[in-house]
């Protein structure tokens, strides 16, 4: 099953992107993983909100395909155990889904037109996280599920 995060703007923190990286060349031993940043949009200064949002639905969808199962990292959510994470992600290799694409969004969240094409929402926490911050907790949710699948030592329960 290939896997792709996709993440509106570059993170700048080398701390976050070395982590990314971290559990990016650990998950090759799992799946096939993606991470696709789309560019930040330019002059968001003379956009609207719901402008910007159109915006980047433009370049988030573009990078989907009508195959794709697609999860957004939402706030509003399911939220999962690690355990039922990796459960979730088993039984989408089980059914045959050949691609699942997350999407983390821009700052101000999804347009209506993303949400409209997800198969679901997913939290990682009530709690607001930066955008960056989530790209490192996801990919390590990610790597952990696979160890919980493999019954490998990295998840303690």
Do not use: W
């Amino acid at each position: 099953m290939k896997i792709s995060l996709i993440c509106i703007g570059k993170t700048d923190d080398k701390y976050i992107e070395e982590g990314i990286a971290v559990y990016t060349k650990r998950l090759k031993h799992y799946c096939n993983f993606q991470l696709l940043v789309i560019p930040d949009i330019k002059n968001v200064k003379n956009l609207s909100e719901s402008q910007q949002k159109e915006k980047e639905a433009q370049l988030i969808l573009k990078n989907i395909s009508n195959q794709d199962y697609v999860l957004l990292l939402d706030e509003r959510g399911k939220s999962y155990s690690s355990m039922e994470f990796s459960a979730f992600l088993e039984k989408q290799q089980i059914a045959s889904v050949s691609h699942i694409v997350l999407v983390i969004g821009g700052p101000y969240g999804f347009d209506q037109t993303v949400y409209d094409r997800a198969n679901g929402k997913l939290s990682l926490s009530k709690m607001t996280f930066s955008h960056q911050m989530v790209r490192l907790f996801f990919v390590e949710q990610l790597y952990r599920a696979y160890t919980i699948m493999r019954g490998e030592p990295y998840h303690h329960e």
